[in-house]
């Protein structure tokens, strides 16, 4: 199978949370994670708006992004 990712991703398990502009957020867990994106995980993409920011607390880890592709609770994410 070709990879198509601009850079490799790590596998990793990691809880993280999707915060948006208005103060709200949704918990998630992180799957995989490179430099320019990741996959996660979580209850439902319904919803989501078209950038978010990515927020890993233990690695003090802050990224905006925007989703690129989902399934039912999967979706994977590009880095702004």
Do not use: Y
């Not at 990879?3 to 991703?9: F, Q, S």
């Not at 995989?32 to 319904?46: E, K």
Request: hydrophobic share 40%; with cysteine.
């Amino acid at each position: 199978m070709n990879e198509k990712r601009a850079a490799p991703r790590h596998r990793v398990l990691k809880r993280g949370m999707l915060a948006f502009g208005g103060g709200g957020g949704v918990d998630c867990m992180v799957r995989n994670i490179s430099s320019s994106g990741a996959r996660l995980d979580f209850a439902s993409v319904v919803g989501l708006p078209p950038t978010f920011t990515l927020v890993i607390q233990t690695d003090q880890f802050i990224r905006r992004c925007r989703p690129v592709w989902h399934n039912d609770k999967h979706i994977g994410v590009a880095f702004d």
